[in-house]
């Protein structure tokens, strides 16, 4: 049985089978998955015949990836929660959805192992880009009330191609820099939480 591939997975494997050598393009929002699987494959194939000495078969890169995509589920799945986020969660009365650039077995995977899988009316992964997930949402609410939360420049972007407030998570590092937006520490005080959709929804109508 052949495994199953991801769309990034697909494109990566379509340019190799026509002898694409080089890809120019910029790393952000939407394309990211396409990168990501273009440079788990390279970096590897790096790694083992110029650092380890070794020549790399395709049978042994795919074996390093599979090692290495089970230790990256391990280490996900013991990653702390955003402080308050299960709290956060629990008492949240309106509908929640999860967008994630994910493939969809991992996505699946992390929601099981963090019992998370009740929490969300619906859940975006890897293969509906952020953007169209948002819309979607957006869409199915009157275009009313929707604020997204999210902790990249890439989940910036996908808010503003939907038209939707967006709040930044910056529990353990500020990926946003001196960009104009609004910030969220964590999610432990609820009246912060209530200040930051307001301002997003502000920020958003102006």
Same mark, same amino acid.
């Given at each position: 049985?052949? &495994?199953? %591939?991801?769309? @990034?997975?697909?494109?990566?494997?379509?340019?190799?089978? =026509?002898?694409?050598?080089?890809?120019?393009?910029?790393?952000?929002?939407?394309?990211?998955? +396409?990168?990501?699987?273009?440079?788990?494959? $390279?970096?590897?194939? #790096? +790694? /083992? $015949?110029? +650092?380890? *000495?070794?020549? !790399?078969?395709?049978?042994?890169?795919?074996?390093? /990836?599979?090692?290495?995509? #089970?230790?990256?589920?391990?280490?996900?799945?013991?990653?702390?929660?955003?402080?308050? %986020?299960?709290?956060?969660?629990?008492?949240?009365?309106?509908?929640?959805?999860?967008?994630?650039?994910?493939?969809?077995?991992?996505?699946? &995977?992390?929601?099981?192992?963090? #019992?998370?899988?009740?929490?969300?009316?619906?859940?975006?992964?890897?293969?509906?880009?952020?953007?169209?997930?948002?819309? #979607? +949402?957006?869409?199915?609410?009157? =275009?009313?009330?929707?604020?997204?939360?999210?902790?990249?420049?890439?989940?910036?972007?996908? !808010? &503003?191609?939907?038209?939707?407030?967006?709040? @930044?998570?910056?529990?353990?590092?500020? =990926?946003? *820099?001196?960009?104009?937006?609004?910030?969220?520490?964590?999610?432990?005080?609820?009246?912060?939480?209530?200040?930051?959709?307001?301002? !997003?929804? &502000?920020?958003?109508?102006?």
């Amino acid at each position: 049985m052949s &495994q199953e %591939m991801t769309g @990034a997975e697909m494109v990566v494997q379509a340019m190799l089978d =026509n002898g694409v050598e080089h890809v120019f393009g910029y790393p952000g929002g939407a394309v990211l998955p +396409i990168y990501d699987a273009i440079f788990q494959q $390279e970096k590897l194939k #790096h +790694i /083992l $015949e110029s +650092i380890v *000495g070794i020549v !790399a078969s395709e049978a042994m890169v795919d074996e390093y /990836l599979v090692k290495y995509q #089970h230790a990256l589920e391990g280490a996900l799945s013991a990653a702390p929660f955003v402080s308050g %986020m299960k709290d956060f969660l629990s008492a949240c009365e309106c509908p929640l959805y999860l967008c994630s650039s994910a493939p969809a077995g991992e996505v699946a &995977q992390q929601l099981a192992a963090r #019992h998370l899988q009740g929490y969300f009316a619906e859940v975006f992964d890897g293969r509906t880009p952020k953007d169209r997930a948002l819309k #979607h +949402i957006a869409h199915r609410h009157g =275009n009313k009330g929707i604020v997204f939360f999210g902790d990249s420049p890439g989940d910036l972007v996908a !808010a &503003q191609s939907a038209g939707v407030p967006f709040v @930044a998570v910056v529990a353990e590092w500020d =990926n946003f *820099g001196e960009r104009t937006v609004v910030k969220l520490r964590d999610f432990t005080d609820r009246d912060i939480i209530r200040r930051c959709i307001s301002e !997003a929804k &502000q920020a958003y109508a102006i």
